[in-house]
Structures are given as structure tokens and as C-alpha cells.
């Protein structure tokens, strides 16, 4: 069961085409069974019968009052009915525009000759005149659905049981679309690993974790830094190891993936310290670390280990002396240091990083955190939600220009948690298991759930802004198997 990746979910789809055009098929091939509002079946529930057309009118009033009631709570829905009627295909576009759902109309070019077939075919046919008028009326209806405004018009060929793809239509004249946009080359992947379901057997679950994620192409594994299980992820006494003893083990797997933390608070975590830890598993792992850090922002954390949690303005101030501090000691030789901010008097600090460390700031704060990135970092960790990630990048920039930087000089990264299923039923089922209080629609729209497909093209928007490096974080990270997943997506053309 598999939606074509140009129909976006949730969406209002509705299907036009004359009897025996497959439109049935196509949906069921699709999309789940109550996800699919069929005129014939409420005929069936509300008369005698699919075919008993006296009962049309109640058939469709009920249809209209489900498909209103889906699209009000964001839920995908689709119109199974012939779509031929002008008026109801505007009607179901004003219900998708009222909820602010996608509107995309299925068109059915199957040829007369098929729809015939299929229609003797039957055990109780739709009347040959009656079929005739609406092969007639197809003819038509293209041209309508072209300029009624849709988002989304596809045209999908039914001949073969109604499971073939269905392709963009192509736009009238004057109203064509403008060349969709390409990713990026070289789009990276990093499995960010925040929950632990390890068992009884730690090493050997995070062992088989990371051979999981080499295999299915990630470039390496990042693992948060707190000191209890944070409530976005899970309960407190979930288990949440010290991330730098774990990425030691990681070190020494033959995978090539690059390794690090997202992100390192400086709150408890002395710059020197870290400086120490990142040198020590870039020199264990030939030059494959990374350090993310950021302010820290969880109070509780800090009280319940005993460790001050200062004002945000110090705080800030603790990460812009951290960076300074952290190259100090990873430069060459031992000679005193005095920056802008720290002064050491020695700068010992062996074994010294194979290769240079990535200093990826994390933190969305417009006025202090994003202008430390812009003069300090080489990466800055930004939310992967376009229209939020939009607004984010053009403050960067300006803070770039600000300090004489091309932002261009600063890998962009962001941080997804999606929800990517097998199939429509295996999305549906994380969705609900991992919703708690939250609506479906709601959990479903946070974590774009959905397709390999669908978070392909995704990335590939994220790409076209800059994006260098995308942090993944399945939600539903139980175990090695679960990665295999992201292969669709890893391995989609870019």
C-alpha cells in the first residue's frame, strides 16, 4: 500500500473518471480502507444495495458530512466517486481550502474501450447510455479540472487495475510550473541516537546499531548530552548514556562513520573538558569526531546532578569561550593563549585531534547564539521545518555579513525527527502508538509521517536552502532493523 510520492499527506484527493476507469483500484492500491469515502458503499449502508441509485441523495449527503469531518481534523481523505460533477469537485476544493488541507484531483485517462470491458463485465452493469454520457463527459473534464486550482492535478491510466502511477498533468498555457528543484550533491546523514532500547545488552545493541546505520548509508552517528532522559524523548528513568564513553565504543567498529555529540551544554561540560574528550576520539577513531555544543537549556538536569544552572546571558557567554577555547587547545604546540575572551597559560592538550574538529553550534537564538555561530562555529544546528528554517537561515546571513563571513563557510545543519513507515498501515501504527494526548493529524503533521518518498523529496528541499547535514532521529528507534527504513531515503536520487 503506497501513495505516489507527488501526493502529499494528509491531502483531499478526489478521483474523476467514468465507471470501469479504476479508480477503485488505484485507491485501494493506495491508501487505507477508511481513508477512502466511496459513494457505492454508503448507497450499500444507507439502501439496498450499491446500485440502489434511490438512495444517491442520503449516500451523498452522509459522504459530504464524513469527508468535511475528516478534513477538519487534518486526516487524508479520498472522494471515490465519479468526479464528474463541476459543482462537487469545487465543493470538495472549498472544504480542502477551509482546512487547509492539500487539493489534488486524480484524473483517469482510461481509454472508452477498457471502461466498456469492465462494465459488461459486472454482475449488475451501469447502463450503456448512462456510461456513454459519462465517457462523453470525461472528455470535457480535463480541460475543467486544469483551471479550477487545484495544487496538485495528476493523471493516472487505469487500464492495468487501476496500480499504475499517476503522473503530473501536464499545465495549460500560460500556467506552467516552474523546474523543481534539485538537491544538493553530497547531502549527508547523520543517525542521531536519543533513545536506547538496549535491554540487557548495551554494547552489543548500540554495536549492532551503528553496523545497521553504516549499512543503510548514514555518514555517522551523533548522540545527545544530558544527564536524564529529556521528556520530548522519553521518561526520566530511561536509560541515556554519558555520550562520550559511548562514542569510545563506537570508535573502535570498522563503519568509517563520523562520530560526535548534539549537542555538549558547556553549562556542565568545562570547555577544556570537552576540548580533551573530542581530540582524544578524533585521534581513537583516525580523524572521524565532531563536537556539537550549545548553552544547555534543562534546568532540572542541573539541580538534580548538583551543578549550577546560570542566567541565559552567562550561559551564552560560557558557550562564546568555549569555542575559543576548545581551538586553543587543539592548535599545535603548547605555547600560552590569550583570545578575546580566555587567557591559559599553557595549551597542552595531547593526544592532538587527527584532523580538524567540526564545531557545530546548536541553538535557535536569533540575537546571541546565532551571532556566535556566524563569527565562531564551522556548523550551526537549525530546525528542519522549512518555513521556520527559512526565517533562521536569513538571520544567519545577516549576522554573517556583520562578522565579514560568506555563509557559505558554515555547513547549516538541521535536526529531523521523522516518522517514515513501510507502508500506509505501518505509518498509521507509529503515529498512534507514539501520539500519547496528541492528536493524530497533529503528531503525524510535527513529524511529516509519511514514505520514504515523501521525506526524499523533503531532504531535497532542505538541500536546495543549503543544507549540508540532516541529524535523524527516528522516534521509533527500537533496534538495528529499523534503520533499514532510511535506505529508501539515503539512497533516492539526489
Known sequence: ???????????????????????SSWA??????REIISSDQLRAIVGSGEHDLDASADAFALLDQIVS????????????????????RLGYLAVARGARLP?????FGTSAQVCRQRNRARDIPVPAAALAAQLRRASAVREEVATEGWDIVLEADGGEGGTGQAQAMP???GRGAGPARQARDGLEFILQ???????DDPAGWLQSVAQSAAEAG???????DHLLQIPQVGRAWDPIPEPWVTLGLLAGLDTGLRLGTLVSPVTFRPAGVIAKAAATLDALSGGRAFCGIGAGWWDREHAGFGLPFPPAPQRLDLLESAIETMRALWQPGTRPFSGDRVRLPETTCYPRPRSPIQIIVGGNGEKRTLAIAARLADGCNLPSDIAVLDGKLAVLRAHCERAGRDIADIAVTVLDIPVIGRDREHVAGIVERLRGRTSAAAFARRHHAGLAADHAARYRELAARGVRTV???LPDLAGPDDLGRMAGVIGAPR
Open 1 to 23: 500500500m503506497e501513495a505516489d510520492p507527488a501526493v502529499p499527506d494528509p491531502a483531499l484527493v478526489v478521483l474523476v473518471g467514468p465507471s470501469g476507469a479504476g479508480k
Open 28 to 33: 485501494a492500491a493506495r491508501y487505507l480502507a
Open 69 to 88: 469531518a475528516r478534513a477538519r481534523r487534518g486526516l487524508t481523505v479520498v472522494v471515490d466517486t465519479l468526479g464528474l460533477d463541476q459543482d462537487r
Open 103 to 107: 487539493a489534488v484531483a486524480v484524473v
Open 171 to 173: 499545465a495549460p498555457a
Open 193 to 199: 541516537i536519543s533513545r536506547f532500547d538496549w535491554g
Open 218 to 224: 548514514f555518514g555517522g552517528i551523533a548522540l545527545m
Open 471 to 473: 541529524f535523524v532521529a
